[in-house]
C-alpha cells in the first residue's frame, strides 16, 4: 500500500515541477562553435575571469509592447567578451561586416546578432546574462542573451541559451 502512495507522490511531483520549464531544458554549458580559432564548451566558472556587467531594472517587452517582467537586477557578460575567449577565424578585418552570429537555445529558438553590433556599436548591447537578483539564472537555463538596445526586446530575449555559433553571409 505504501509502495502506491509513494508512486503516485512522485507522479504528482513530476508533472507539478516539470510545469516549471515546459519549453527548455537547463543547459550547464555554452558553446562557442563555427567560425572560430577554438571551439568552446563554457562552463559557469569558465567565464569568471571575464568582466562582469550589471544590468538594473531591465523590462522585458513583448511584442505587443507589453511588459512581460521587469527584473531589478541582472548580471552577465559582455557578448563581445565571450566571443573573443575562442576568437574570430577572420584575418581579413574588411570583412567582418559581414561576420554574424546565431545564439540558439535548447528548444531551438534561435535569433542572430551581427558582429557590427556586437563589436563595433558605441556602446555595449548585447550580454550574457547568468545571474537574476543576486541568483544564478535557473529555470531560464543558466545563460541567457540580451539585447539591452531592442525595442521588443523580448525576441532576442533568448533564454536556454546554449550556443553561440560564428558564420559568415556571403
Ligand atoms: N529559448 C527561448 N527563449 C525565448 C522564447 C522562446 O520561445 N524560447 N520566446 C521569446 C519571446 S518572444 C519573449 S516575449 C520572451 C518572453 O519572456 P518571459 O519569460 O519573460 O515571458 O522570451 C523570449 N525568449
Ligand atoms: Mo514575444
Redesign the pocket.
Known sequence: MKIYVLFILLLISHFAFSQDHP??KISEKLAISGLVNKQLSLTLSDLKELKTVELKNVK?I??GGDV??TIPSLKGYLLKDIINMAGIAEPNFKENGMIYFIAS?T?D?NVLCSWSEVFNSASDQVFVVTEEDGQPLNK?GKFALLCLKDKIN??R????LNRIEVKKAN
Open positions: 519549453e527548455g522585458i513583448g511584442k512581460k517582467r537555445a528548444d529558438y531560464d523580448g525576441l530575449f533568448v533564454k536556454w
